[in-house]
């Protein structure tokens, strides 16, 4: 009720079963979810608006999902999809809690999924700690989105494992 008579939409608790979620990455840079057939036309959120109100919700919960990545700027936009897909977002104050995984193409990841659990906000200030553990099994750069690519020194090629835990 409070972030009702604020003005805000707050989420307590929310469990999304078997969605379809698309993610597009538009040829102006900006992005868009939606769902297979609707498409959002809403401007991109400044300064980081949708990432903070996401902090701000309690927790978000997908269970054997879909999704299809679409990069519009890629030199030949060919869709990705991730079957299954488990994600869980917790939020308690400055505690964050995500854990991610799904059933990657198989020229991508056997096996690859990510558990983080953080106090502060690090996509928004310089403070903050805790821990992330982020496992690949078969990770094959060439099955990578150009947009992942892109981050990436042309020298880094080929396959590998990864089990990575930092605090």
Not at 15 to 31: G, H, M, Q, T
Not at 116 to 140: C, F, H, M, Q, Y
Request: net charge positive; glycine share 8%; with cysteine.
């Amino acid at each position: 009720l409070l972030p009702l008579l604020q003005g805000k939409v707050g989420i307590h608790r929310l469990v999304a079963v078997r969605p379809r979620i698309s993610l597009e990455r538009l040829a102006d840079n900006r992005y868009r979810v939606s769902g297979y057939t609707t498409k959002s036309t809403r401007p991109k959120a400044p300064n980081g608006r949708f990432m903070q109100w996401l902090f701000e919700q309690k927790e978000l919960t997908i269970e054997d999902g879909t999704l299809q990545w679409l990069d519009h700027r890629a030199s030949t936009p060919t869709p990705y999809y991730l079957l299954g897909v488990n994600l869980s977002l917790s939020n308690a104050g400055k505690r964050h809690r995500l854990k991610f995984s799904a059933d990657f193409p198989a020229d991508l990841c056997i096996l690859c999924e990510v558990d983080i659990d953080i106090e502060g906000n690090p996509l928004l200030s310089d403070d903050w700690g805790g821990r992330a553990t982020v496992k690949a099994v078969g990770l094959d750069l060439a099955g990578v989105p150009e947009v992942a690519k892109n981050n990436l020194q042309s020298t880094v090629k080929g396959g590998f494992d990864l089990d990575l835990r930092t605090q």
